[in-house]
Protein backbone atom coordinates (compact mmCIF):
# COMPACT_ATOMS: atom_id res chain seq x y z
CA UNK A 1 0.00 0.00 0.00
CA UNK A 2 1.16 3.70 -0.69
CA UNK A 3 2.76 4.87 2.37
CA UNK A 4 0.81 7.84 3.11
CA UNK A 5 0.79 8.83 6.36
CA UNK A 6 -2.41 10.22 8.21
CA UNK A 7 -1.68 13.28 10.05
CA UNK A 8 -1.53 16.93 9.12
CA UNK A 9 2.26 16.81 9.50
CA UNK A 10 2.98 14.82 6.91
CA UNK A 11 0.30 16.45 4.83
CA UNK A 12 2.05 19.83 5.56
CA UNK A 13 5.43 18.12 4.68
CA UNK A 14 4.65 16.95 1.22
CA UNK A 15 3.06 19.87 0.02
CA UNK A 16 6.52 21.91 1.05
CA UNK A 17 8.69 18.91 -0.80
CA UNK A 18 5.87 19.45 -4.11
CA UNK A 19 6.29 23.49 -3.52
CA UNK A 20 9.61 23.69 -5.65
CA UNK A 21 8.31 21.64 -8.68
CA UNK A 22 4.48 23.23 -8.84
CA UNK A 23 5.50 25.81 -12.08
CA UNK A 24 7.25 24.29 -15.23
CA UNK A 25 7.88 20.78 -13.99
CA UNK A 26 4.22 20.19 -13.00
CA UNK A 27 3.17 21.70 -16.17
CA UNK A 28 5.46 19.65 -18.37
CA UNK A 29 5.56 16.02 -16.13
CA UNK A 30 1.72 15.97 -14.80
CA UNK A 31 0.23 13.92 -17.75
CA UNK A 32 3.17 10.91 -17.35
CA UNK A 33 2.04 8.06 -15.50
CA UNK A 34 5.50 5.81 -14.81
CA UNK A 35 4.08 3.62 -12.47
CA UNK A 36 3.84 3.18 -8.82
CA UNK A 37 6.31 4.62 -7.03
CA UNK A 38 7.12 6.66 -9.75
CA UNK A 39 4.60 9.55 -9.85
CA UNK A 40 6.78 12.10 -8.64
CA UNK A 41 5.72 14.93 -11.38
CA UNK A 42 2.26 14.97 -9.29
CA UNK A 43 2.13 16.19 -6.07
CA UNK A 44 0.13 13.35 -4.40
CA UNK A 45 -1.67 15.62 -2.16
CA UNK A 46 -5.30 14.68 -3.34
CA UNK A 47 -5.49 12.34 0.17
CA UNK A 48 -4.56 15.50 2.27
CA UNK A 49 -6.90 17.25 0.25
CA UNK A 50 -9.89 15.43 0.72
CA UNK A 51 -9.88 14.84 4.18
CA UNK A 52 -8.75 18.54 4.69
CA UNK A 53 -5.49 17.64 6.39
CA UNK A 54 -4.33 20.69 4.32
CA UNK A 55 -6.83 22.61 3.09
CA UNK A 56 -6.60 24.01 -0.67
CA UNK A 57 -5.90 27.57 0.28
CA UNK A 58 -2.97 26.28 1.87
CA UNK A 59 -1.71 24.44 -1.00
CA UNK A 60 -2.51 27.31 -3.24
CA UNK A 61 -0.85 30.19 -0.83
CA UNK A 62 2.22 27.97 -0.88
CA UNK A 63 2.46 27.42 -4.14
CA UNK A 64 1.83 31.02 -5.34
CA UNK A 65 4.24 32.64 -2.71
CA UNK A 66 7.23 30.74 -4.33
CA UNK A 67 5.75 30.83 -8.46
CA UNK A 68 3.97 33.46 -10.36
CA UNK A 69 -0.03 32.85 -11.45
CA UNK A 70 1.29 32.09 -14.81
CA UNK A 71 3.94 29.60 -14.12
CA UNK A 72 1.75 27.51 -11.32
CA UNK A 73 -1.40 27.78 -13.66
CA UNK A 74 -1.94 24.09 -14.01
CA UNK A 75 -0.97 23.17 -10.77
CA UNK A 76 -3.41 25.90 -9.08
CA UNK A 77 -6.42 24.97 -11.82
CA UNK A 78 -6.19 21.28 -10.45
CA UNK A 79 -6.62 22.75 -6.91
CA UNK A 80 -9.72 24.49 -8.14
CA UNK A 81 -11.18 21.50 -9.93
CA UNK A 82 -11.60 19.96 -6.78
CA UNK A 83 -13.61 22.79 -5.46
CA UNK A 84 -15.46 23.23 -8.41
CA UNK A 85 -16.99 20.14 -8.58
CA UNK A 86 -18.05 19.65 -4.77
CA UNK A 87 -19.74 23.40 -5.76
CA UNK A 88 -21.31 21.73 -8.94
CA UNK A 89 -22.53 19.01 -6.56
CA UNK A 90 -23.38 20.61 -3.76
CA UNK A 91 -25.78 23.10 -6.14
CA UNK A 92 -27.40 19.50 -7.74
CA UNK A 93 -27.13 17.14 -5.39
CA UNK A 94 -29.73 14.64 -7.20
CA UNK A 95 -26.82 13.42 -9.18
CA UNK A 96 -25.70 11.89 -5.91
CA UNK A 97 -28.74 10.55 -4.91
CA UNK A 98 -28.92 9.60 -8.78
CA UNK A 99 -25.20 7.91 -8.80
CA UNK A 100 -26.44 5.29 -5.58
CA UNK A 101 -30.07 4.66 -6.61
CA UNK A 102 -28.16 3.32 -10.09
CA UNK A 103 -25.48 2.16 -8.74
CA UNK A 104 -27.39 0.04 -5.98
CA UNK A 105 -29.61 -1.23 -9.12
CA UNK A 106 -26.76 -2.12 -11.00
CA UNK A 107 -25.28 -4.82 -8.20
CA UNK A 108 -28.72 -6.04 -7.63
CA UNK A 109 -29.19 -7.04 -11.46
CA UNK A 110 -25.71 -7.78 -13.11
CA UNK A 111 -25.81 -11.08 -14.02
CA UNK A 112 -24.68 -13.94 -16.00
CA UNK A 113 -21.44 -12.76 -18.57
CA UNK A 114 -21.75 -9.01 -17.08
CA UNK A 115 -20.83 -10.45 -13.77
CA UNK A 116 -17.83 -12.09 -14.89
CA UNK A 117 -17.04 -9.35 -17.24
CA UNK A 118 -17.25 -7.36 -13.97
CA UNK A 119 -14.86 -9.86 -11.65
CA UNK A 120 -12.51 -9.77 -14.31
CA UNK A 121 -12.37 -5.77 -14.77
CA UNK A 122 -12.03 -5.49 -10.87
CA UNK A 123 -9.60 -8.90 -10.65
CA UNK A 124 -7.30 -7.49 -13.21
CA UNK A 125 -7.91 -10.19 -15.60
CA UNK A 126 -8.88 -8.98 -18.76
CA UNK A 127 -6.24 -9.20 -20.85
CA UNK A 128 -6.13 -5.99 -21.70
CA UNK A 129 -2.24 -4.43 -21.24
CA UNK A 130 -2.37 -1.40 -18.81
CA UNK A 131 -5.83 -1.60 -17.63
CA UNK A 132 -5.51 -4.79 -15.84
CA UNK A 133 -1.90 -3.47 -14.49
CA UNK A 134 -3.55 -0.49 -13.17
CA UNK A 135 -6.43 -2.65 -11.48
CA UNK A 136 -4.10 -4.35 -9.54
CA UNK A 137 -2.35 -0.91 -8.61
CA UNK A 138 -5.21 0.49 -7.29
CA UNK A 139 -5.96 -2.54 -5.26
CA UNK A 140 -2.40 -2.66 -4.09
CA UNK A 141 -2.03 1.00 -2.84
CA UNK A 142 -5.33 2.84 -2.89
CA UNK A 143 -3.91 5.16 -5.34
CA UNK A 144 -3.60 5.77 -9.40
CA UNK A 145 -2.50 8.36 -11.27
CA UNK A 146 -5.20 10.95 -12.20
CA UNK A 147 -4.49 10.17 -15.91
CA UNK A 148 -4.65 6.37 -15.69
CA UNK A 149 -8.29 7.10 -13.84
CA UNK A 150 -8.61 8.33 -16.87
CA UNK A 151 -7.96 5.68 -18.91
CA UNK A 152 -9.48 2.77 -16.53
CA UNK A 153 -12.61 4.97 -16.48
CA UNK A 154 -13.14 5.02 -20.43
CA UNK A 155 -12.14 1.51 -21.27
CA UNK A 156 -14.42 0.33 -18.55
CA UNK A 157 -17.49 1.69 -19.80
CA UNK A 158 -16.43 1.95 -23.58
CA UNK A 159 -14.38 -1.28 -24.27
CA UNK A 160 -15.47 -3.52 -21.32
CA UNK A 161 -19.33 -2.13 -21.86
CA UNK A 162 -19.96 -2.63 -18.02
CA UNK A 163 -22.35 0.11 -15.90
CA UNK A 164 -20.49 3.17 -15.31
CA UNK A 165 -21.80 3.74 -11.56
CA UNK A 166 -20.03 0.04 -10.57
CA UNK A 167 -16.82 1.40 -12.24
CA UNK A 168 -16.97 4.65 -9.68
CA UNK A 169 -18.03 2.29 -6.75
CA UNK A 170 -14.90 0.25 -7.72
CA UNK A 171 -13.18 3.64 -7.20
CA UNK A 172 -14.86 4.21 -4.07
CA UNK A 173 -14.35 1.19 -2.43
CA UNK A 174 -10.25 1.20 -3.20
CA UNK A 175 -8.94 5.20 -3.40
CA UNK A 176 -7.72 6.36 -0.18
CA UNK A 177 -8.44 9.76 -1.49
CA UNK A 178 -12.16 8.79 -2.60
CA UNK A 179 -13.92 11.53 -2.38
CA UNK A 180 -17.88 11.88 -3.62
CA UNK A 181 -17.57 14.93 -5.83
CA UNK A 182 -14.59 14.47 -7.38
CA UNK A 183 -15.12 10.58 -8.37
CA UNK A 184 -18.49 10.29 -9.40
CA UNK A 185 -18.39 13.33 -11.84
CA UNK A 186 -14.88 12.80 -13.22
CA UNK A 187 -16.76 9.13 -14.13
CA UNK A 188 -20.54 10.90 -15.30
CA UNK A 189 -17.81 13.43 -17.52
CA UNK A 190 -15.44 10.39 -19.42
CA UNK A 191 -19.46 8.48 -19.46
CA UNK A 192 -20.87 11.95 -21.79
CA UNK A 193 -23.50 12.67 -18.67
CA UNK A 194 -21.54 15.52 -16.68
CA UNK A 195 -20.98 17.83 -20.65
CA UNK A 196 -23.78 16.09 -22.38
CA UNK A 197 -22.17 14.40 -25.26
CA UNK A 198 -18.97 15.19 -24.56
CA UNK A 199 -16.93 11.70 -24.18
CA UNK A 200 -13.16 10.55 -23.15
CA UNK A 201 -11.59 8.25 -25.37
CA UNK A 202 -8.29 6.31 -24.10
CA UNK A 203 -6.48 5.06 -26.91
CA UNK A 204 -3.64 2.92 -27.37
CA UNK A 205 -1.26 5.39 -28.56
CA UNK A 206 -1.44 8.18 -25.91
CA UNK A 207 -1.05 5.53 -22.89
CA UNK A 208 1.99 4.05 -24.25
CA UNK A 209 3.08 8.00 -25.06
CA UNK A 210 2.37 9.38 -21.50
CA UNK A 211 3.52 5.63 -20.24
CA UNK A 212 6.67 5.83 -22.01
CA UNK A 213 6.13 3.01 -23.83
CA UNK A 214 5.30 0.20 -20.77
CA UNK A 215 1.72 -0.18 -21.94
CA UNK A 216 0.29 -0.83 -25.74
CA UNK A 217 -3.42 -2.23 -25.23
CA UNK A 218 -5.02 -3.72 -28.03
CA UNK A 219 -8.79 -3.89 -28.87
CA UNK A 220 -9.50 -0.85 -27.16
CA UNK A 221 -13.20 0.79 -28.15
CA UNK A 222 -12.58 3.30 -31.35
CA UNK A 223 -15.32 5.19 -30.55
CA UNK A 224 -16.98 6.66 -27.03
CA UNK A 225 -20.77 7.10 -27.57
CA UNK A 226 -22.22 9.18 -25.05
CA UNK A 227 -24.75 8.00 -22.30
CA UNK A 228 -27.85 9.66 -21.77
CA UNK A 229 -29.97 10.47 -18.69
CA UNK A 230 -32.63 12.41 -17.71
CA UNK A 231 -32.51 16.00 -16.75
CA UNK A 232 -31.17 16.54 -13.32
CA UNK A 233 -32.62 20.04 -13.31
CA UNK A 234 -30.75 23.56 -12.87
CA UNK A 235 -28.65 24.45 -10.07
CA UNK A 236 -30.14 25.29 -6.99
CA UNK A 237 -28.70 28.46 -4.69
CA UNK A 238 -26.31 27.61 -1.94
CA UNK A 239 -28.16 27.10 1.37
CA UNK A 240 -28.07 29.71 3.71
CA UNK A 241 -26.51 28.54 6.91
CA UNK A 242 -27.75 29.66 10.55
CA UNK A 243 -25.24 32.58 12.31
CA UNK A 244 -22.79 30.69 14.49
CA UNK A 245 -23.80 30.32 18.02
CA UNK A 246 -21.83 32.75 20.65
CA UNK A 247 -22.26 30.73 23.67
CA UNK A 248 -20.76 27.56 24.72
CA UNK A 249 -20.75 24.86 21.69
CA UNK A 250 -19.58 20.84 21.02
CA UNK A 251 -17.48 20.83 18.26
CA UNK A 252 -18.17 18.32 15.96
CA UNK A 253 -15.26 17.34 13.38
CA UNK A 254 -15.91 14.65 10.77
CA UNK A 255 -13.34 13.50 8.28
CA UNK A 256 -14.23 15.90 5.53
CA UNK A 257 -12.73 18.63 7.23
CA UNK A 258 -9.78 17.78 9.98
CA UNK A 259 -7.94 20.80 10.87
CA UNK A 260 -10.47 21.86 13.64
CA UNK A 261 -8.06 24.84 14.86
CA UNK A 262 -8.72 26.53 11.92
CA UNK A 263 -12.17 26.83 11.72
CA UNK A 264 -12.22 29.73 14.02
CA UNK A 265 -14.75 28.49 16.36
CA UNK A 266 -13.42 29.56 20.00
CA UNK A 267 -16.01 28.74 22.79
CA UNK A 268 -15.39 25.17 22.86
CA UNK A 269 -16.55 22.98 25.72
CA UNK A 270 -15.95 19.63 24.26
CA UNK A 271 -15.06 17.99 20.74
CA UNK A 272 -16.08 15.40 19.50
CA UNK A 273 -14.16 13.70 16.27
CA UNK A 274 -16.26 11.20 14.35
CA UNK A 275 -14.72 8.29 12.16
CA UNK A 276 -17.22 7.45 9.63
CA UNK A 277 -20.71 6.55 9.50
CA UNK A 278 -21.07 2.51 10.07
CA UNK A 279 -20.81 1.77 6.26
CA UNK A 280 -18.69 4.91 5.55
CA UNK A 281 -15.16 4.67 4.60
CA UNK A 282 -16.28 1.87 2.14
CA UNK A 283 -13.26 0.61 1.58
CA UNK A 284 -10.17 -1.02 3.96
CA UNK A 285 -7.67 1.40 2.94
CA UNK A 286 -9.52 4.81 3.51
CA UNK A 287 -10.88 3.26 6.67
CA UNK A 288 -7.15 2.32 7.75
CA UNK A 289 -5.92 6.62 6.77
CA UNK A 290 -9.26 8.12 8.18
CA UNK A 291 -8.69 6.05 11.23
CA UNK A 292 -5.13 7.04 11.54
CA UNK A 293 -6.13 10.98 10.41
CA UNK A 294 -8.91 11.20 13.36
CA UNK A 295 -6.03 9.59 16.25
CA UNK A 296 -4.01 12.85 14.99
CA UNK A 297 -6.95 15.32 14.63
CA UNK A 298 -8.03 14.38 18.35
CA UNK A 299 -4.35 14.87 19.66
CA UNK A 300 -4.35 18.39 17.86
CA UNK A 301 -8.06 19.33 18.93
CA UNK A 302 -7.36 18.48 22.36
CA UNK A 303 -3.93 21.09 22.50
CA UNK A 304 -5.76 23.46 20.63
CA UNK A 305 -8.91 23.90 22.71
CA UNK A 306 -8.11 22.25 25.84
CA UNK A 307 -11.05 20.12 26.33
CA UNK A 308 -11.99 16.56 26.06
CA UNK A 309 -12.14 15.17 22.85
CA UNK A 310 -13.87 12.19 22.13
CA UNK A 311 -14.48 9.92 18.66
CA UNK A 312 -17.29 8.05 17.84
CA UNK A 313 -19.24 6.79 14.53
CA UNK A 314 -21.55 9.85 13.31
CA UNK A 315 -24.65 9.22 14.52
CA UNK A 316 -27.46 10.90 16.34
CA UNK A 317 -27.04 8.82 19.83
CA UNK A 318 -23.18 9.43 19.62
CA UNK A 319 -23.58 12.80 19.28
CA UNK A 320 -25.97 13.41 21.75
CA UNK A 321 -23.77 11.56 24.50
CA UNK A 322 -20.74 14.43 23.80
CA UNK A 323 -23.43 17.53 24.27
CA UNK A 324 -24.22 15.97 27.19
CA UNK A 325 -20.82 15.20 28.72
CA UNK A 326 -19.93 19.16 26.98
CA UNK A 327 -22.93 20.25 29.17
CA UNK A 328 -24.35 22.02 26.10
CA UNK A 329 -27.17 22.08 23.58
CA UNK A 330 -25.50 23.41 20.38
CA UNK A 331 -23.12 21.40 18.17
CA UNK A 332 -21.34 23.66 15.14
CA UNK A 333 -20.04 21.21 12.68
CA UNK A 334 -17.84 22.25 9.31
CA UNK A 335 -20.25 22.03 7.08
CA UNK A 336 -19.50 18.08 4.99
CA UNK A 337 -19.75 18.28 1.67
CA UNK A 338 -22.81 16.09 -0.50
CA UNK A 339 -21.63 12.72 0.12
CA UNK A 340 -21.93 10.29 3.01
CA UNK A 341 -20.99 12.42 5.65
CA UNK A 342 -23.57 15.21 4.68
CA UNK A 343 -26.36 12.37 4.61
CA UNK A 344 -25.57 10.86 8.05
CA UNK A 345 -25.76 14.57 9.58
CA UNK A 346 -29.49 15.13 7.46
CA UNK A 347 -30.24 11.74 8.96
CA UNK A 348 -29.56 12.28 12.60
CA UNK A 349 -30.88 16.09 12.95
CA UNK A 350 -34.06 14.62 13.79
CA UNK A 351 -33.50 12.41 16.95
CA UNK A 352 -31.34 15.59 18.07
CA UNK A 353 -33.61 18.32 17.75
CA UNK A 354 -35.88 16.06 20.02
CA UNK A 355 -32.93 16.15 22.37
CA UNK A 356 -33.24 19.38 22.29
CA UNK A 357 -30.05 19.69 20.65
CA UNK A 358 -29.04 22.53 17.44
CA UNK A 359 -27.17 21.43 15.03
CA UNK A 360 -24.84 24.46 13.13
CA UNK A 361 -23.29 24.03 10.45
CA UNK A 362 -20.40 26.36 9.45
CA UNK A 363 -18.90 27.23 5.69
CA UNK A 364 -15.66 28.06 5.00
CA UNK A 365 -14.91 31.06 4.03
CA UNK A 366 -13.57 29.03 0.61
CA UNK A 367 -16.60 27.40 -0.02
CA UNK A 368 -18.69 30.06 0.72
CA UNK A 369 -17.19 32.37 -1.97
CA UNK A 370 -16.16 29.57 -4.50
CA UNK A 371 -18.86 26.68 -4.78
CA UNK A 372 -21.58 29.77 -5.72
CA UNK A 373 -19.94 30.05 -9.24
CA UNK A 374 -20.15 26.22 -10.24
CA UNK A 375 -23.28 26.84 -11.75
CA UNK A 376 -22.31 26.41 -15.64
CA UNK A 377 -18.59 24.61 -16.94
CA UNK A 378 -15.48 24.86 -15.10
CA UNK A 379 -14.03 27.15 -17.80
CA UNK A 380 -16.60 29.52 -16.58
CA UNK A 381 -15.66 28.90 -13.12
CA UNK A 382 -12.06 29.72 -14.09
CA UNK A 383 -12.98 32.95 -14.90
CA UNK A 384 -13.93 33.83 -11.75
CA UNK A 385 -10.55 32.89 -10.04
CA UNK A 386 -8.41 35.98 -10.87
CA UNK A 387 -11.05 38.13 -8.73
CA UNK A 388 -11.58 35.64 -6.06
CA UNK A 389 -8.29 34.33 -4.99
CA UNK A 390 -6.35 37.19 -3.74
CA UNK A 391 -8.57 37.85 -0.72
CA UNK A 392 -9.39 34.00 0.10
CA UNK A 393 -5.63 33.73 0.09
CA UNK A 394 -4.75 37.06 2.23
CA UNK A 395 -2.68 36.19 5.61
Known amino acids: MTDFLPTRAEGLRRLAAFV ?27 TYLRYRLVTEAEVCAAVLDRHSPAAAEK ?46 AEGGTTGIDGFDDWAHELAETGYLHNHARM ?22 RHLIDADP ?34 FAPTGLATRAVALTEAPLGK ?34 AGVLVANGTGEWPWGAAARAFVDGAVAD ?10 VTVTTATLD ?4 AAAARAAGVTTVVVAEPPVGPLADALRAAE ?10 VRVRREWDDALWPFATRGFFAFRERIPDLLPALLAP
Open 75 to 120: FVQEVLWRTYWKGWLELRPAAWTRFVAERDAARDSIGGGLAKALAA
Open 350 to 359: PALAVDGITL
Open 316 to 319: APAI
Open 297 to 306: TAARAGAAFG
Open 20 to 46: PLAGRAYAEGRNADHGPGQHSAVSQLS
Open 181 to 214: ASNTLSWRWVAGLQTAGKTYLATADNIARYTNGR
Open 151 to 172: WFASIWIFTLGLPWTLGADFFL
Open 235 to 268: AAGLAMLAERPSGPALLLVTPDDLVPETLGQHDI
